[in-house]
């Protein structure tokens, strides 16, 4: 009848009838993963279901927090006599600066919020942390947790409470509200392998004299 054809409409309004597995996978482990960490955080708020046990689990959240850690280690260094300490003590120093480093970028590069059920009353927060993946909790427990079990002499029942250590940082995020299970995972695993990179560029009198030198 000399009308037109209609025109084409626009990608973004086109219904999508073979998307891909891989979309389809990564979009069904989101939400599995934002369920799961809505049901797991019980102590998210004064009035959650195991909300009595929150000043507990905000107790542990220090015990894995970077400015403890960093000071501990400073203090130790200032105070060690023994150079084969000073040297344990420098590389922690410096797994623990290269942790916040990469923690923070990797923040800032996915900027992934966080849960919406978190409460911010966290201890000492900066910029990044309004971000969720990874968690820097738990990356820093895994790396503490290796350093330590492969740095200091310990009986196998301390050893064992270390490993626990790790373990109740990364699964109290959660339970927080403060992450999601990826995020503990991911950070976990980051962790995990960021110790390699460590003991990969150890330090020591030989290869960085001049930081020896300070201490």
Same mark, same amino acid.
């Given at each position: 009848?000399?009308?037109?054809?209609?025109?084409?409409?626009?990608?973004?309004?086109?219904?999508?009838?073979?998307?891909?597995?891989?979309?389809?996978?990564?979009?069904?482990?989101?939400?599995?993963?934002?369920?799961?960490?809505?049901?797991?955080?019980?102590?998210?708020?004064?009035?959650?279901?195991?909300?009595?046990?929150?000043?507990?689990?905000?107790?542990?959240?220090?015990?894995?927090?970077?400015?403890?850690?960093?000071?501990?280690?400073?203090?130790?260094?200032?105070?060690?006599?023994?150079? +084969? &300490?000073?040297?344990?003590?420098?590389? =922690?120093?410096?797994?623990? $600066?290269?942790?916040?480093?990469? %923690?923070? @970028? #990797?923040?800032?590069?996915?900027?992934?919020?966080?849960?919406?059920?978190?409460?911010?009353?966290?201890?000492?927060?900066?910029?990044?942390?309004?971000?969720?993946?990874?968690?820097?909790?738990?990356?820093? +427990? &895994?790396?503490?947790?290796?350093?330590? =079990?492969?740095?200091?002499? $310990?009986?196998?029942?301390?050893? %064992?409470? @270390? #490993?626990?250590?790790?373990?109740?940082?990364?699964?109290?995020?959660?339970?927080?509200?403060?992450?999601?299970?990826?995020?503990?995972?991911?950070?976990?695993?980051?962790?995990?392998?960021?110790?390699?990179?460590?003991?990969?560029?150890?330090?020591?009198? =030989?290869?960085?004299?001049? $930081?020896?030198?300070?201490?």
């Amino acid at each position: 009848s000399g009308s037109s054809a209609a025109a084409p409409l626009p990608d973004e309004d086109c219904m999508r009838l073979n998307p891909s597995f891989l979309g389809i996978a990564l979009s069904s482990l989101l939400a599995i993963d934002l369920w799961a960490s809505k049901r797991l955080g019980v102590c998210a708020g004064e009035g959650s279901a195991w909300g009595s046990a929150r000043p507990l689990m905000k107790v542990i959240e220090v015990s894995g927090h970077g400015i403890p850690w960093l000071l501990g280690t400073i203090y130790g260094l200032c105070q060690s006599d023994s150079s +084969a &300490a000073r040297e344990v003590l420098l590389n =922690l120093l410096f797994a623990l $600066l290269l942790d916040l480093v990469l %923690v923070a @970028v #990797v923040k800032g590069l996915v900027k992934r919020r966080r849960p919406t059920h978190n409460k911010m009353d966290m201890f000492v927060t900066i910029s990044v942390d309004k971000y969720s993946f990874p968690s820097g909790h738990a990356t820093r +427990a &895994a790396l503490v947790c290796r350093f330590v =079990l492969h740095h200091l002499v $310990l009986a196998v029942p301390l050893r %064992v409470l @270390v #490993v626990l250590w790790a373990l109740i940082v990364g699964i109290s995020r959660v339970m927080l509200g403060r992450h999601n299970v990826t995020d503990v995972l991911f950070g976990l695993l980051l962790g995990y392998m960021l110790y390699s990179v460590v003991e990969y560029c150890w330090l020591s009198p =030989l290869s960085a004299p001049a $930081l020896f030198a300070l201490w």
